[in-house]
């Protein structure tokens, strides 16, 4: 039977971690600035397991390098943190060595209603803040998250962009599309893999190539590597982009479900959602308010930039993990060609935009009104799909063939190619967005609704792709981004904190059920 690290001979379960916080003195180990440190220190039966899982799962953003010892767990972070775990005296102690921003241990405070004490009328700077906390678990060390470094723009030796394409092998073309096509090459004095968008060259640079160029890096974005007009060919240009060998979201998607309909896997497990969603929010929230690890509350003066066009195939795949249920997916928005700076004078673009199966209910094939609320609706539509295994809104087919009950002729050109036809008729089509707490088992009264239209696909999906009950506070989080009205939908940034929150009331509700697992009595 596994004990609670500590005093080994104790049989009776202490009262549940505490963990308190504190300014960080220069005697205590570690790295980073201890003048503008915390200590955090937790006392209650933890096991190792349960701590080595709290610091990997409960740090999304972070990657730990963990060793154990017969007296002690380390957790070192790849960037200025460091955590010492003691196992000592029936007691658990946590330090936290590293600078802390006044904004995230508000966050912090918020994040957690078991908050005892705050007391910051300590020593204070106009950047910086060294609160005393008290607070019960759950907690999390998302708000310490490192800063994000990338090498994407890195102009030394190793940048896999430099040389392209004298000093590059072509491998395959990947995929084709409207605003180009993409193609896999291998940069040969490295062998990492990047892959290119080859587009028609023309001046003045595109707007694609701004949006990637402009703004800092972010984690659950594309990495953008470089742009070489007039390559490989005079009449194209390259934006060589970060490379995800996984593919993107569609196709991961298909793979999954012939997984599961194989009985190798189950459907979409709550543990996979919550981090494919808090990623997506992630990376709006940031083109959306230029949110990020280091700005929590955004960028003054940051130009909002509006996607345009999210959607399963835009989404990429970094990293699956190793976990089974895929809860350690890696994912990165991409494919900016359509995406644009927020303009509230000027939402209505006089081109096709975006894909109209996503298109959020202001959005009309007469007046395009992008605006980022558009954005959230379309990554709380890929929620909806993985839950559902299909988005909020009535079929097309369905529109097409009330329309023909009723009328003999198209209502456009018949010289539309085929799919803009097919673009016209999803846009005719009512949203309709179904929760996902609700038991698979339970109709759907709406999906058999005769006047809007039988839908058999729809049916037949949530007959053969049965997705669980998934919890209350997932499905709030998915309705708050598939409001009906604009307004009344949340924004990027407010959502991605009521994602995390969520998330890590859910992982550590999760991490409890396993630590009473392992130290149960035999």
Partial sequence: MARPIGDESSETEQPRACISTRKADNSEGGFGNSATGVMISAKGPLSKMWMTSFITKCTPRTTWNVSTSTSRLYARASAKAFITVNMAEAKTAWQFNGPISVIALFRLSRAFPLVAELNTNTSTDSQRLHPQITLAIPFRLDSFRKPHSSGNRDMSDSNPA?????????????????????????????????????????????????????????????????????????????????????????????????????????????????????????????????IDAQNPQGRDGWRPIVHQDIKVENVFVKRLGTIPDWSEIKLKIGDFGMSTYYDPANLNPHSYIGTSTNWSPEISWETKRFTPASDVWAAASIIHGLAHNFGPKVASELIKKKWFLQNDELPFPATWPPNLQISYWSSQAPHRVIPINVDPKEPVPVLSDYGVGYDIRALSAREHWPSPKYSDALNDCMMAGLKISPDERAESGKLLFQIETAQAKFLFKDLCVAHDRETASD
């Fill in 162 to 290: 430099l040389g392209f394409s004298k000093n590059h092998k072509f491998i395959r073309r990947i995929q084709s599309g409207p605003q180009g096509y993409v193609e896999q090459w291998k940069h040969v004095p490295t062998a990492k893999m990047i892959a290119v968008k080859v587009i028609r060259h023309t001046q003045p640079t595109p707007n694609e190539v701004a949006i990637h160029r402009e703004p800092p890096p972010h984690e659950s974005i594309i990495g953008y590597l470089g742009y070489y007009e007039q390559l490989p060919k005079p009449d194209v240009s390259s934006l060589l982009l970060e490379f995800c060998e996984f593919g993107d979201f569609y196709d991961f998607g298909k793979r999954a479900r012939r997984v599961a309909r194989r009985g190798e896997h189950p459907s979409f497990s709550e543990a996979f959602m919550w981090p494919v969603y808090r990623q997506l929010m992630s990376a709006l929230a940031f083109l959306h308010q230029g």
